[in-house]
């Protein structure tokens, strides 16, 4: 195909445009990235410890940051202070269930957080077919892998961890079979 | 700049609902020299708008309906109460699905134009021919590959009827997914063609070429290259100065005079004030749930089960997407993250054939449309765990090694499968609540398993290391896209709600376009004919209303 002027130029205006969409998102994920951790809004430092453990169990530090370096714990704060309002009842139910939970398993604790790692995974275990668990597997992956101006995934852990760039611009090839035909 | 209209003025053209057929028709309408108002239940919102953000758009659905503040009831047959569900899910912004959507762009084969033809009747289905073939949208397709910007290649797919015209884009850069379903479906004697896409491959009419950022599905593109009505067609329409785009504008009724023709719309503005909009015609292309139940709620002394329902099938055949997944894991890393999400096609299983047993067929596509989050929660094998250690660690290969298989399936139109209105559910505005019966036709639930066979095999042959299927259970899932099939078209009035050109049988001057006149689904994506009806009614409508 011949390629007229007309089509030239409006190739070029498409590469400068480009450009500049390209740097302005990538100034934007830079500013979210260098945000601090908020304070908590909704959850008080006691309850929020208990919830830590288990989302910590969810996605453990072993072999490297988990849920809990991620800060998914202030993911789910604001998650709760915004457009999880309606899910504050389920918490609160929730881990009465899992604190009534503990006390059958091992009689004589006091905290989730002061279990071993061995009880936390014969708790999370106890748990895992309930609706709260699911509702607290979904936001600790969210927290976890979600966008980091949530709160969560600090320093793009959770994205390090599964090899996930968040990038406006890539260039083919993509991965190792499409490289390999070019 | 885009015109303003008060309420009073008689405009040529009302339009309901700004998405992949109302851009279309607002477009094609102004400037056509008509005078046009579109109203939008949702927001006009831009690129700027957007963002690579799964927790707004995965999570809070942020392009589409919100069913706290317009709930839906689900049934799956009429003996059954109806329950609060997240069933429908449509955009609901200016531009509507095509903003959000995967942006596959498939062209109906000419054998779906007459399936009750060649296939016969099925048991307890209403299968149907069109009343137009496709020679007859052939013209349109083509009209819309070129104004909206489409990229693909012509002539790829053997199974694909006659096109007068190659695509406007050469197609999107093929991914790894695509090189190994290529190499397998050959292996297997299949027919892989690059994926006909709604993205810019090149730049195009003043838009920039796609860059591969890879957040397609379920969000808005930050740099236009998706081809969505928001950043084609409707702009043209507002620089004629004749087309008003009203955001935030949800219809309560359409309106009617004596004599049965409709005289405008009666709608919510933002602060829920109700104004009545004038025109000569209305359009609705409000979706393939939203019409029927717009006409439902718009009852009169005249029209006492609804505007344009004396056939009393508004609402009713509703079809949906129906899909399934099959998913493999590589040796190497795929990184299907980049990129599109679909660049290869096979339509080798598409037409229906009688010798399988059951009527349905499916076209299938290498793709992955899963983000960090939502993979993790939905796209790991059955047999994994899902949580702790071991967990962590498959995640840490699974992400990026990972491909999909999907395919696209039929939905046989039903009467017993439908949108109605809940007598006991209101909406925020205090409308009635949009109720939803619908159960699957045991030829689509036969279809669905036979192809996730094949899809597996591909798998299989392209060397996975492992296959699973993956997704909801069929006897579980409810309709949620893609929404056909309420207001069917027809020749007979008695049998169908519009005419071939889109019109209603009942109201002269009442257009319906968009998925709600299909008479069959295909093999899902809509979009493509949505949009072809879109230009060809458009074309209708602006003879009629130049004799007029």
């Known amino acids: ?182 | 700049m885009s015109a303003t209209f008060r309420p009073s003025d008689v405009v040529d053209f009302l339009v309901i609902g700004a998405g992949a057929a109302g851009g279309v028709m607002a477009k094609e309408l102004s400037t056509a020299g008509f005078r046009v108002v579109v109203l939008e239940q949702g927001p006009y919102l831009t690129e700027k708008d957007y963002r690579h953000d799964e927790i707004r758009y995965t999570y809070q659905a942020g392009l589409t309906n919100d069913t706290k503040v317009q709930p839906i009831t689900y049934r799956k047959n009429e003996s059954e109460p109806a329950k609060l569900a997240k069933a429908i899910m449509y955009g609901r912004q200016v531009g509507g699905g095509s903003v959000h959507f995967t942006a596959n762009y498939w062209r109906f084969h000419e054998s779906d134009f007459e399936e009750r033809s060649q296939f016969g009747e099925v048991p307890g289905a209403g299968l149907a021919d069109w009343p137009i073939k496709y020679a007859d949208l052939e013209p349109y397709y083509t009209k819309a590959e070129y104004d909206l910007g489409i990229s693909g290649l012509g002539g790829a797919n053997p199974f694909e009827g006659p096109r007068s015209k190659p695509y406007p884009l050469p197609p999107m850069p093929v991914k790894s997914s695509g090189v190994l379903f290529d190499r397998a479906t050959k292996k297997l004697g299949l027919h892989p063609y690059p994926a006909p896409m709604a993205i810019l491959s090149q730049p195009y009419q003043g838009r920039a070429a796609c860059v591969n950022c890879g957040f397609c599905e379920y969000f808005g593109c930050e740099v236009r290259a998706k081809s969505s009505t928001l950043v084609s067609v409707i702009p043209v329409a507002e620089k004629t100065g004749k087309c008003e785009i009203r955001p935030n504008s949800y219809v309560r009724k359409i309106e009617t005079d004596v004599q049965g023709r409709a005289t405008g719309a009666v709608y919510f503005d933002a602060n829920r004030r109700e104004i009545f909009q004038r025109a000569k015609a209305v359009v609705v292309c409000a979706n393939g749930a939203e019409t029927a139940r717009l006409l439902l709620i718009s009852k009169s002394k005249r029209f006492p089960d609804g505007l344009a329902n004396s056939s009393g099938l508004v609402g009713k055949y509703l079809m949906w997407d129906t899909g399934g997944l099959a998913m493999g894991l590589f040796e190497h890393p795929l990184n299907e993250y980049k990129g599109i999400q679909v660049t290869r096609v096979i339509h080798d299983y598409y037409k229906a054939d009688p010798k399988r047993g059951f009527y349905g067929g499916a076209g299938l596509d290498a793709r992955f449309n899963y983000y960090p989050a939502n993979f993790a929660l939905q796209g790991m094998p059955p047999d994994a765990p899902k949580w702790g250690a071991e967990y962590k660690k498959m995640l840490s290969t699974y992400f990026t090694h990972t491909m999909t298989v999907l395919s696209h399936s039929s939905s046989l139109p039903q009467l017993r499968n439908s949108i109605s209105l809940d007598t006991d559910v209101k909406d925020s505005w205090g409308l009635p609540a949009m109720r939803v019966t619908f159960d699957f036709h045991p030829d689509d639930v036969a279809t669905l398993k036979w192809a996730l066979a094949k899809q597996l095999e591909i798998l299989e042959a392209a060397g996975a290391k492992k296959t699973w299927a993956s997704g909801t259970a069929v006897e579980e899932s409810m309709p949620s896209v893609h929404l056909m099939g309420t207001c069917r078209m027809g020749n007979d009035p008695k049998q169908s709600v519009v005419d071939r050109y889109n019109r209603a049988h009942d109201v002269p001057n009442l257009l319906i376009v968009d998925g709600s006149s299909f008479v069959t689904a295909a093999r899902q994506q809509p979009t493509a004919t949505i949009q072809a009806l879109a230009y060809r009614g458009a074309d209708f409508a602006i003879q009629a209303a130049k004799k007029a």
């Open chain 1, 1 to 182: 195909m011949q390629t007229t002027r007309r089509l030239w130029l409006s190739q070029c205006v498409g590469i400068v445009a480009l450009a500049d969409i390209a740097a302005a998102q990538q100034h934007a994920h830079e500013a979210v990235q260098s945000s601090t951790p908020p304070p908590f809004r909704t959850l008080d430092p006691a309850t929020a410890a208990e919830i830590d453990a288990i989302t910590s169990q969810i996605v453990p530090s072993t072999d490297g940051p988990g849920a809990r370096e991620a800060g998914v714990i202030y993911f789910i704060d604001r998650a709760l202070s915004t457009f999880d309002v309606d899910k504050r009842e389920a918490y609160r139910t929730g881990m009465a269930a899992v604190q009534k939970k503990r006390q059958e398993l091992f009689p004589g604790s006091t905290k989730i957080a002061a279990l071993t790692n061995e009880q936390q995974i014969q708790l999370v275990q106890g748990i895992e077919a309930t609706d709260f668990f699911e509702l607290l597997r979904t936001h600790t992956l969210y927290g976890f892998l979600g966008n980091p101006s949530y709160g969560g995934n600090r320093d793009h852990i959770g994205w390090k961890l599964i090899g996930f760039e968040d990038r406006m611009v890539f260039q083919p090839p993509f991965g190792y079979y499409d490289g390999e035909q070019k």
